[in-house]
């Protein structure tokens, strides 16, 4: 025996996904899967940056040789950062690169 109610039983009928839906689901899909190829790249940097400098310290802590792979690691980091979380070009930007092209390559 279920412990469901009628109330929390699925809807029989649903309504078509229409296509601005689909799309929109498409959408939503690639951006969270965006985020959590994000936070892996976070954690893969945090860690091995972290191993860096536990081997750093272990072997004398002299020149601080850790900061090359910080610096070059954390530049790529930053772009992947602002690729994820910058907003999307808005309906005018759109429309003024399309005029853009338009008056470029007739």
Do not use: C
């Amino acid at each position: 025996m279920t412990d469901q109610h009628p109330q929390d039983a699925p809807s029989p009928w649903q309504p078509p996904e229409t296509l601005a839906d689909r799309e929109l689901r498409q959408r939503a899909i690639k951006r969270l899967k965006d985020k959590r190829d994000l936070k892996a790249h976070i954690l893969a940097y945090v860690t091995v940056n972290l191993l860096l400098v536990g081997i750093w310290a272990a072997t004398g802590a002299g020149f601080f040789w850790p900061v090359f792979p910080l610096l070059g690691w954390g530049i790529g980091l930053a772009f992947h950062i602002w690729d994820v979380v910058s907003p999307e070009p808005g309906p005018r930007e759109i429309e003024a690169e399309m005029e853009r092209l338009r008056t470029r390559h007739p």
